[in-house]
């Protein structure tokens, strides 16, 4: 939920924060707490097209024009969907009752349903070529082609390094834990070991990083990426949701320095410290080297001591436990208005709060997914599961389109051309599978797993029940959305 939102909630109910009032109402609150719900009510006090401007809205929206314009008390929304609160929970702070309405609210719009209209791979070819405004939504799998590896997949970051065990982590997300990074004595010394493993160096941009610089012009480009590579290839529609490599800043003085500063250090696997800082605190690094020399032959008390200063230098990457970028919001409350298509490559959508786009989009904007798995707590239109490269080449060749060159500085020998060019139809690669005459298509690479069976058996089923004659459209494709991962709820590194 935008935090403007929020602030309107919260002032309009008198409460600037956790610690004013407590958990009894007074009447001043009553805009959000309201009193106690006639449940037999509910549905005569709501207006006419309630469900219809939910549904067409997206979240924050919805929340803007019902709690803060309208003034409908929290807990008769909740009713709405089924969900009452008792006398006591009605009774709890402005912030406690948000809580429970944006958790109602999400889960809500995660059952949005697919538009039937659209289920080819034609379809995605029309809507990208007829689209006036493409928010692009991408993960780490539209890198791992470059040699930078994913996350979460069986043989991505996190696998590897609980399967190797080099580093001293009781969970391989502490890799990038703000907390860890900061109050454990080894935790920086850990991550700049390892962090030339997915530093941006000399990697080249690929297929799907050089499509988005292709439809730049009519699209918005929201990654979740830290390495950079959507600058190499020139992409400046973009918005680096958790942050980047390309600058890096002290951890005490907050002073920001471009990347290339610590550049050095992170090849060699050494800690930057802040220069300003080391010369008002009078600490050299050879005073620190000494003392870290000493600590490490010493088996003393001293040894859960930090081994390094406050002013570390660390990238502007978010890790867990850190805010995102302030302009996130700001930037999806007006692409939110804009965007035609919602195009979804290389991600499983289950980080926080990047995941929860999704339900800030209106349920009529048409929703592409590109992916090796299946994301299965939401329902896209179109669903094209297999390696996102090739997804994305097949693409062109259907639009007729030559990607662009893969690094910026190409762009130099003449004017930047996001001309289209035609190929002859001879060039063109037969279609990939479909499935059971639905609208999830499989490209090599394609991983579906238990999902895609019971899918495949469930739309088995449907259509012999049905038993369509030859002018007969086919039933609908089964609705398989599952509850968004629990544990997606705060920033992180993917």
């Known amino acids: 939920m935008d935090e403007d939102v929020l602030d309107d909630i919260l002032d309009r109910s008198n409460i600037l924060d956790d610690e004013a009032g407590d958990d009894n109402v007074t009447d001043e609150q009553s805009f959000v707490a309201g009193r106690k719900v006639d449940q037999d009510t509910v549905g005569n006090m709501l207006p006419h097209g309630f469900y219809v401007y939910f549904g067409a809205q997206g979240l924050s929206s919805f929340v803007k024009e019902y709690v803060v314009t309208r003034g409908i008390p929290i807990p008769e929304l909740l009713c709405a969907f089924d969900v009452y609160l008792c006398e006591e929970l009605q009774r709890k702070k402005p912030k406690t009752l948000v809580y429970f309405l944006q958790v109602v609210l999400s889960r809500e719009l995660q059952l949005r349903e697919r538009l039937p209209r659209y289920s080819t791979v034609q379809d995605a070819v029309n809507l990208i070529t007829s ?56 935790g920086c010394v850990v991550f700049y070991s390892f962090a030339k493993q997915i530093y941006p160096s000399n990697f080249t941009p690929s297929p799907c990083h050089r499509f988005i610089k292709l439809v730049e012009e009519n699209g918005q480009n929201y990654t979740q990426n830290i390495d950079t590579l959507e600058t190499v290839v020139g992409i400046r529609n973009v918005l680096q949701c958790h942050g980047s490599f390309a600058t890096a800043s002290c951890l005490k003085c907050r002073i920001r320095v471009p990347g290339s500063v610590i550049e050095e250090h992170i090849m060699q696997g050494e800690v930057p410290l802040c220069k300003s800082c080391e010369a008002s605190g009078k600490m050299s690094r050879e005073v620190i080297n000494s ?15 930090p081994l390094f200063p406050p002013w570390i230098i660390k990238p502007d990457i978010t890790f867990f436990g850190e805010k995102l970028t302030d302009n996130f919001e700001e930037c999806l409350e007006n692409d939110r208005e804009q965007a035609d298509l919602l195009l979804i490559i290389g991600t ?49 060749e259907k639009l007729g389109w030559s990607l662009p060159p893969a690094k910026a500085e190409q762009y130099l020998r003449g004017p930047i051309s996001t001309s289209i060019k035609r190929r002859s139809q001879e060039s063109l690669k037969p279609d990939p599978k479909q499935v059971a005459d639905s609208h999830i298509w499989l490209f090599e690479g394609a991983e579906g797993g238990k999902w895609l069976g019971d899918f495949e058996a469930a739309r088995a089923q449907a259509i012999e029940r049905s038993d369509p004659g030859p002018n007969v459209p086919s039933p609908p494709e089964p609705m398989f959305v599952e509850s968004a991962p629990r544990d997606a709820k705060r920033a992180r590194v993917t």
């Open 131 to 186: 689209s006036r405004r493409i928010l692009i939504l991408t993960g780490a799998g539209i890198s791992v082609s470059c040699g930078i590896p994913d996350f979460r997949s069986r043989n991505g970051l996190y696998a590897t390094l609980k399967e190797q065990g080099e580093y001293d982590l009781d969970d391989p997300q502490q890799m990038f834990d703000i907390q860890y990074f900061k109050e454990n004595p080894s």
């Open 291 to 305: 003392i870290q020399r000493r600590r490490r032959k010493s088996n003393s008390e001293e040894e859960d001591e």
């Open 348 to 396: 499983a959508l289950k980080v926080a709060p990047v995941s929860d786009i999704i339900t800030h989009m209106p349920h009529s904007v048409p929703q592409i997914l590109i992916n090796k798995t299946p994301v299965t707590h939401i329902n896209p239109d179109i669903i094209l599961l297999g390696d996102a490269d090739g997804i994305i080449e097949h693409l062109c």
